[in-house]
Structures are given as structure tokens and as C-alpha cells.
């Protein structure tokens, strides 16, 4: 059996289905394109036939990403399997990934299908997948609650058909380290022609398991690929996060001994990257990427930390991408200063005017702000990066009075496709009179669905990073805005919410 543990990672597919985190071609492109810095194997870039907008952000991912292969989602028909052939056309690896569900709750309630016929799909899209590529996923969705005898039935099919891959999903987040391991042990041991695939593990966070039993599928079951996505984004409590799936396997190779090809130092630029473009904000308690990750706050562990770092250390900050020395960058920095902070950040900017549009931006923050960390940095290169050419408003200024025993009042200023407006309104707060102050002006008629505001670096020094979620005839979307002052990213972030809700990027979920 290989030591090499493959990474799959699911971002762009599985992790867009969480509410309001559709991305368009570009962000798709640019995410993908730090998977690929990343060094993950395999990026699943989307479900080309759920629309026209997924279908172009795989063909886009394919044309562009050289070193990971690119994969689309398709579901057990030749329709599905055609398109995602075709958007893979320009890849220089591709992997088709074909799925059906096999529990018995799903074929008969949701596909209202027999076994019989759900075994005859399977089989006849992976020989037909396999006419058109010749690496071939095989899933049997909500696999983990499906009959033992019948999944056997079905696995060995598909891989007699020409599966490559075969993935076991646990779908619904229902199950237990040890029990999965066991399970996908089984699988590999009663199926005759199980040798003949790479077994992979999919597991979402219902539970907050996910990382425990794709590591147990891992070690316990054998299996050789981990799909994941990063920051576990992903539908309800999420999928199983690379970051941490990452760092288990490298961090404790005594035990898994396993290979894993990712450079970690490129993954919290990764996580800013996700976080920033989806507005799913990242936990400070969270594993590897959290602000507080690498934080010793108590004197024991700061003294401990001082004389010998593996004491309390089990990993290095530098490794994941954090600076040992957080404080970077000030006023009086340089352009190529800057650059460098950028390079050792693990971003690469696309092109020199993206570098000058990044720097003007820093300056303007560094005769705000005086201590600039890389956290801020990350978020002033992530803000660049989402703010889109055809976007329909702009931030420009806002004036707020609030005192206490008075209604606070806010005016703000933006632009209206170029032109700039006035609007004004008194609130509950600063930051509702300043959302209502736009909204007075374009009565979007939007609900906000989700509203939150986090500290980028720890202080009231730092800058604000908010999220704000928007639902509107049936589309949800978050904005994510960040500035010194919380009421002015609040702004923004909204303004960010109103263009995605305006935008005629097509931002279709590509549903599984
Ligand atoms: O969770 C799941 O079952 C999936 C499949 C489509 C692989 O995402
Ligand atoms: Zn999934």
C-alpha cells in the first residue's frame, strides 16, 4: 500500500454549499489558484452541469491550475458525466466524479429507485465516465448508512467498470472514528477487486468529527486520499478541514507515517483567502488558523514557551504561514518591503498593478493604523482581491454622531455604478443607522440573515473585519468588509453584500 496520502481538496464544490458561500468564476480562479500553490492534488473545482457559471469556473480552473489535478462533480448520468468532460477539456490532469446514492433512505425516498436500478446507474456512468477519462471517481452518497452487502455489491462494480477512486462519504456527519475506519476496513477487505483503486475518505462535521474519522478511514481503514476543504467550509457544521487533516498527518508522522505533499506554509494565506471571499469567519479557538492558535496567553505557558518553544509548541507558527514576529510593517515602509511581506505571506499578486492597488491601500490603512500585522495585511490583499470591476457600489466616506441618550445618525457616502450618493438615517446604533442610511437610498429590500464583527488582530487597536449576510428572493449572500473603524467596515461589508446580491455573476450553488 502507497505511504502517500493524497489531498482532495473540496472548497470550490462541497464547501460553496454553505449559505451565502457561492463564489464566482474569478473568485473560484483565484482561490484554485492558491490550491495550486498550496500543492493540494486535487482540487474539485466544481459541478460543471449544475449551471452555466459552474460549468465556466471548471473550465476556467482546468485551463488554468498545471500542477493539481482538476476534478468535477457529476452526478450518475451521461448528461452530467458529458459536461464535466467537456468544461475538463483544457486540463492537463482531470478527474471525473460521479456519484449515486446507495442508502437505503436515499434510493427510496429521494431517488425512488431499487437497488437493482441504483446498481445499474452506477455501473453504466462509470463505464461510460471511463470512455471519456481515465480517472474516474466513484462516490455512493450517505455511503456510510448503506447496506454493507449492497455497497460491496455496488463498489466492486464500479471498480470492475474502471473507478480509479472509490470515496466513501458519510454524509450526514453520523459517524464515529473507530467505526468508520472499521467500516472502510471492511469495505477494502470483502471486496475481491478493492486493490485496484485508491480508497478515499469524505466526511462532514455533524458531530465535529470530521477530521477524527477521515483520520481513522485514514489509519484504521487504509484509505489513501482525504477529501477536505479548508477552513472545513462546507454545508451545516461543515466538511472535514484540510488544515487540520494537513497538520495531524505531518505533525504526528511517527504515528500515521505517512507523505503528504502540501506546503503548509502557504495554508494560512489559504485560510484568509476562503474566509474572506465567503465571509465565513474563521473561530480564534480554531486549529492552525484561529488568531489565537499559536497565542499563550497564560504565564505559565509564556515563560515555558520563552526558555524552550517545544514545551508548550507542538508545531511551528512560521510553518502554517504565521510570522514568528508579528509586527511587520509601519508608515515608513516601502514598496518592496511590502512585496516581500506579501512573498513570505505566501500571496502572489497576479501582476504589478495589483501589487501598486494593494500598496495604496496599505498606506492608506498604515496613516490610520500604526502597527500594521500581517493579519492585516491579509485582509487589505483578500478586500483588493473581491472587490470586483463591475461592482455596482462603492464605499467613499461616513460621518456617524452618536451620544449617550440620543438617537445616533449616520450619513454615507457611495457610489452608484460610478456616480457618487448621499444617504442618511438615524438607527438603533451607529452601525444600523449607517446600513440604513444606504438602504434608504437602494431599498434592496434585503434580509440580513447574519451579522458579525471580529477583531483582525486581537486589540481595539486592530481593525474590524464584519460579515454581513443577505437574503433576498431566495438568494443568500455574505459581504465581508474590514477598516480600523467597525462602523465604517460594517459599511462596506454591506455594500460588498449588495453587490453580490446584484451581480449578474451567476452564483448558482452547485448542489450535490
Ligand atoms: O457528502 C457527500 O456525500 C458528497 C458527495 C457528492 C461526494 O459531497
Ligand atoms: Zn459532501
Known amino acids: 500500500m502507497s505511504d502517500r496520502l493524497i489531498i482532495f481538496d473540496t472548497t470550490l464544490r462541497d464547501g460553496e454549499q454553505s449559505p451565502g458561500a457561492s463564489m464566482t468564476r474569478d473568485e473560484k480562479l483565484r482561490i484554485a489558484r492558491q490550491l495550486e500553490r498550496l500543492k493540494v492534488d486535487v482540487i474539485e473545482a466544481g459541478f460543471a452541469a449544475s ?254 514557551v520563552l526558555k524552550a518553544r517545544d514545551t508548550y509548541e507542538i508545531m511551528r507558527a512560521e510553518d502554517v504561514g504565521w510570522s514568528a514576529n508579528k509586527l511587520v510593517l509601519g508608515k515608513l515602509s516601502g514598496r518592496n518591503a511590502f512585496k516581500q511581506r506579501l512573498l513570505d505571506l505566501g500571496v502572489e499578486m497576479e501582476s504589478e498593478a495589483d501589487i501598486n492597488a494593494a500598496f495604496a491601500r496599505f498606506k492608506e490603512l498604515a496613516d490610520r493604523k500604526s502597527d500594521i500585522f500581517d493579519e492585516d495585511i491579509l485582509a487589505l490583499v483578500s478586500e483588493e482581491n473581491t472587490l470586483q470591476g463591475d461592482d455596482a457600489y462603492g464605499f467613499v466616506s461616513l460621518a456617524q454622531h452618536s451620544e449617550t441618550g440620543e438617537r445616533p445618525q449616520a450619513k454615507v457616502v457611495f457610489t452608484v455604478h460610478g456616480k457618487e450618493v448621499h444617504g442618511q438615517s438615524d438607527g438603533n446604533g451607529p452601525v444600523d443607522a449607517s446600513l440604513k442610511a444606504i438602504e434608504s437610498h437602494v431599498k434592496s429590500g434585503a434580509e440580513m440573515v447574519l451579522y458579525s464583527v471580529n477583531a483582525i488582530s486581537g486589540s481595539t487597536e486592530s481593525q474590524g473585519e464584519v460579515t454581513v449576510r443577505l437574503q433576498n428572493s431566495g438568494r443568500v449572500v455574505n459581504g465581508v468588509g474590514s477598516d480600523p473603524d467597525i462602523v465604517v467596515a460594517s459599511a462596506k461589508a454591506y455594500l460588498s453584500a449588495l453587490n453580490k446580491l446584484q451581480s449578474k455573476a451567476d452564483r448558482v450553488a452547485a448542489q450535490g
Open 51 to 304: 449551471s452555466n457559471g459552474d460549468f465556466e469556473a471548471v473550465q476556467a480552473i482546468a485551463n488554468a491550475i498545471k500542477d493539481s489535478t482538476v476534478c468535477s462533480l457529476a452526478r450518475a448520468n451521461d448528461r452530467d458525466i458529458s459536461r464535466s468532460a467537456e468544461a475538463l477539456k483544457g486540463a492537463r490532469r482531470a478527474r471525473i466524479h460521479t456519484f449515486i446514492a446507495t442508502s437505503n433512505l436515499h434510493m427510496e425516498k429521494k431517488l425512488r429507485m431499487s437497488p437493482d436500478q441504483v446498481f445499474e446507474q452506477a455501473r453504466q456512468s462509470v463505464r461510460f465516465a471511463r470512455n471519456l477519462l481515465d480517472d474516474i471517481e466513484f462516490s455512493p452518497e450517505d455511503g456510510y448508512r448503506s447496506d454493507m452487502d449492497f455497497l460491496c455489491r455496488v463498489l466492486e462494480a464500479v471498480i470492475h467498470e474502471g473507478a480509479t477512486t472509490i470515496n466513501v462519504p458519510d454524509t450526514v456527519g453520523y459517524a464515529i472514528p473507530e467505526l468508520y475506519g472499521e467500516f472502510i476496513r471492511s469495505l477494502r477487505e470483502r471486496i475481491p477487486n478493492s486493490d485496484k483503486a485508491i480508497w478515499s475518505v469524505h466526511c462532514h462535521n455533524d458531530l465535529g468529527m470530521a477530521v477524527a474519522n477521515s483520520l481513522a478511514g485514514v489509519k484504521i481503514g487504509g484509505a489513501r486520499q482525504v477529501e477536505c476543504t479548508i477552513n472545513g467550509l462546507g454545508e451545516r457544521a461543515g466538511n472535514c478541514s484540510l488544515e487540520e487533516v494537513v497538520m495531524a498527518v505531518k505533525t504526528r508522522r511517527d504515528y500515521f507515517g505517512l507523505d503528504c505533499g502540501v506546503d503548509a506554509r502557504h495554508i494560512l494565506a489559504a485560510s484568509r483567502m476562503v474566509s474572506q471571499t465567503t465571509g465565513f469567519v474563521v473561530q480564534p479557538n480554531k486549529a492552525v488558523v484561529g488568531a489565537n492558535a499559536f497565542a499563550h496567553a497564560s504565564g505559565i505557558h509564556q515563560d515555558g
